[in-house]
C-alpha cells in the first residue's frame, strides 16, 4: 500500500539540505515477499524532485510494481499571516491485492484534505421522506436568539 506524508515547514537552505540528505539516506527499497521466503527488491524507475527558494515544490516517482505518485505545492498568500496556506494536488495510483488498479486525486489546502477516487466510499442519498423534512424545516422563520424568550400570545 503506497504511503504518502507531507510535512511542509520553511527552514534556512542549510537545514534542508541535512534534511534532503537525511530523507534520501533513509528511503530504502521496498521489498515485495516471495514464497521461499526470499525479498526482490522493487526498482525505481523515475524519480524527480524538485524544491525551490520560494517555498514551492514538485515531485513524481514510478516503481517497478505499478506504484506512480506526483504532487506540487506551493505557499498561498505569502507574508500574510491571516491568509497564509499551504497548498498541495497530486495523485498516486497503485494496483491493489485484488488486482483493482486504485487511482487517486487530491488537493489539500486551507479547506483541508480534499480525495477524490472511484475507490473511495461516498455516503448514500437522503431518503425522499428526510428530505421533504429538510425542505419543510428550512423555510420556518429563524429561532430567536439564545437567551432571548419566545413569548407566544
Known sequence: ?????????????SQLAALSLIA?????????????GQNEPIPILRQENE????????YSFETGNGI????SGFLKNAGNPE????????????????????SLIYVADENGFQPQGAHLPTSPPIP??????LDYLATLPPSPPAGVPNRRF
Open 24 to 36: 534520501t539516506a533513509t528511503a530504502a527499497p521496498q521489498y515485495r515477499p516471495n514464497v521461499g
Open 128 to 133: 425522499a421522506a428526510i428530505q421533504r423534512a
Open 68 to 71: 506512480i505518485a506526483e504532487e
Open 51 to 58: 524544491v525551490n527558494f520560494d517555498g514551492s515544490y514538485k
Open 83 to 102: 491568509t497564509e496556506a499551504q497548498v498541495a494536488q497530486g495523485s498516486s495510483s497503485y494496483t491493489s491485492p485484488e488486482g483493482q488498479q486504485i
Open 1 to 13: 500500500m503506497l504511503e504518502v506524508k507531507l510535512v511542509i515547514v520553511l527552514l534556512p537552505f
